[in-house]
């Protein structure tokens, strides 16, 4: 018996690899396996390689692994490109149709099964891939029953008839490859998991739930990968609290309509990738000028241009950081896990409408889109904070105006919705004066941007950086972001074998840089390795103009636009030590 299997399933895009995918995933997680996964896939909507990798465990896991157990293959091409990362003695089940062979030098069990014949003889070949699943499904010696139920779970809504017949697809690719291996085999069995139902999610998912209980009541966005199942998500779920998501004709139109309905006083956010940050970059300097709250989640992806749309990237930091033109305050916060991207969206409506300021929420495409599992939400750390939102203004004399943007010790003023009593004021995004008044004064200025600026300056959200230091001293400080964290704690576990003593910061807070928190942890450390997605070192970049100790950090680049494997930031911590 063994805690954890890794499994993978590849194709052409559009023969059903995300659907075999998603029905297998669900049906471990209906038998209370955590589960992590990957998910490579091409640009275009059909044909292109694609290929779905889970990671399957009794323990908790936040990265995939770097080796293979089981793939299951539509093409030869899937052989060809993944049966390297077969360990010694894995399996590949593979549609006869294509006669597989396993490539030279790889020890591996090829298990050839008539995918395709199968379902044919069905009805259709489009059932191929349920053939495929109930004979990978078999030979880890798991219950059919399970399985079978999350296949009504994926087709019941296309009657009953459908149902059955994949139901029975599952059991002949079952059938055959048990016939064929003599049984389940005994190195791939996997111990009994816990039998609790994890919650299992993409990151997109959490950041539309978290919006949800966050308040949020109005989405506007365009589509963009990796972003769009954000808006997906939310178009099923906001009607039902009187919200609602408007797909804009572009990223411009879904930024200016989120800045009109947050002044209007609804909680409203947009999403996109990068080519849709950079034509909001404009609207955002309004929000900071006219001090109105906007939240905005970036799912960074290869870049620049349309780049790599579908593979994993962490390069839009510093557009995030410094895209706008002129000086506004802003905060950008980077969720480290599915968890955090639940929590951080509430945190994120709250901090904008606190501060009255843009908030960037900063994920990327293998948080965003790796599906996981995640332990069940605590909802009472769900709290409201709208700031100094007032419905009553002070009464003024006549002809005077509401102080909108007036000068206060902590640099935020009181805000009021439009059309309440005592509230008018002007807004506009030329420089103005405390009632909104556009103003050239030199005094004014300088005034109303020391205000702004200086509103962030205590600012230091819930977990800025999130610390494991277990060490006094460590050999190496290990610092990341986004989905980097879980790869990062996985192959600190294969240098504690080896002696060497490493502490893990994940940064969470990347605007307004967090240097106090940091710099302790910077100082203790010997040697300093940071792990980014991105080729010019960006976030070590931030930590060295804001944090010192640039003589003691080194910086592991990826930028081929796959995630880090633990075995990556293994070697590499071990070339440092």
């Known amino acids: 018996m063994i805690s954890q299997l890794s499994w993978k399933i590849g194709g052409q895009q559009g023969e059903g690899v995300e659907s075999t995918d998603r029905i297998f995933s669900t049906a471990l997680n209906r038998l209370g396996y955590y589960l992590y996964g990957y998910r490579h896939f091409s640009s275009r909507i059909k044909g292109g390689h694609t290929n779905n990798k889970i990671r399957i465990s009794t323990e908790p896991i936040r990265a995939i692994s770097d080796d293979l157990d089981i793939l299951v293959a539509f093409d030869q091409e899937s052989i060809d490109l993944n049966a390297g990362e077969l360990r010694a003695g894995g399996v590949v089940v593979a549609d006869a149709k294509f006669s597989p062979v396993i490539p030279d030098g790889i020890d591996a ?83 009994e998991a816990d039998g609790k139902q994890k919650l299992f999610m993409i990151g997109n998912e959490a950041i539309g739930l978290g919006s949800l209980a966050a308040g949020c009541r109005l989405m506007a966005a365009y589509p963009i990968t990796p972003a769009s199942e954000i808006m997906e998500y939310l178009i099923k779920k906001l009607p039902k609290f009187g919200g609602t998501v408007v797909q804009t004709e572009d990223e411009i139109a879904a930024v200016t309509m989120a800045i009109g309905a947050n002044y209007a006083g609804v909680r409203t956010m947009t999403a996109s990738a990068g080519p849709g940050l950079s034509l909001m970059m404009e609207a955002i300097g309004l929000a900071g000028m006219t001090e109105t709250p906007l939240v905005i989640v970036n799912t960074q992806r290869g870049g620049p241009s349309t780049g790599l749309p579908t593979k994993q990237e962490q390069s839009d930091l510093n557009a995030m950081v410094y895209g706008t033109h002129g000086e506004i305050p802003k905060i950008v916060i980077a969720p480290a896990s599915i968890e955090d991207c639940f929590y951080d969206m509430i945190e994120a409506f709250n901090l904008s409408e606190q501060y009255q300021v843009p908030v960037i929420v900063m994920t990327d495409l293998q948080l965003s889109l790796g599906k996981q599992s995640c332990e069940p939400l605590d909802y009472n750390k769900i709290a409201i904070d709208r700031g100094k939102l007032t419905a009553e203004a002070p009464t003024l004399e006549a002809n005077e105006l509401f102080k909108r943007y007036e000068l206060t010790e902590d640099g935020v003023s009181p805000r009021i919705l439009p059309g309440e009593i005592g509230g008018l004021h002007h807004v506009t995004g030329v420089e103005h004066d405390e009632v909104g008044r556009p103003s050239e004064n030199a005094g004014n200025r300088q005034r109303m941007m020391d205000k702004r600026l200086n509103k962030l300056n205590n600012l230091a959200i819930r977990d800025a950086i999130r610390v494991d230091a277990k060490e006094a001293k460590p050999d190496l400080l290990i610092i990341g972001m986004g989905s980097t964290g879980g790869t990062i704690d996985a192959a600190r576990k294969l240098l504690e074998k080896d002696g060497i003593k490493t502490n893990h ?59 880090f494997l633990p075995l990556e930031i293994y070697k590499a911590c071990k070339e440092l030590n």
């Open 109 to 191: 069990t090829l298990f050839a099964v008539p995918f395709t014949k199968i379902a044919e003889g069905l009805g259709t070949s489009l059932m191929k891939n349920m053939v495929a699943s109930g004979a990978s499904w078999a030979l880890l010696g798991l219950p059919l029953d399970v399985f079978n139920k999350a296949v009504e779970e994926e087709f019941g809504r296309k009657g009953a008839a459908i149902v059955e017949k994949n139901i029975e697809a599952v059991k002949n690719g079952a059938e055959f490859v048990l016939e064929q291996a003599g049984g389940p085999l005994d190195a791939f069995k996997l111990d």
């Open 505 to 563: 910061i994940t940064v969470r807070q990347i605007h307004p840089f967090p240097t106090e928190q940091l710099k302790p942890y910077l100082e203790q450390a010997k040697k300093v390795l940071v792990i980014e997605n991105n080729a010019t070192a960006q976030l070590a970049g931030q930590i060295k103009m804001h944090a010192g100790c640039a003589e003691k950090i080194e910086s592991m680049l990826k930028y081929d636009g796959n995630p």
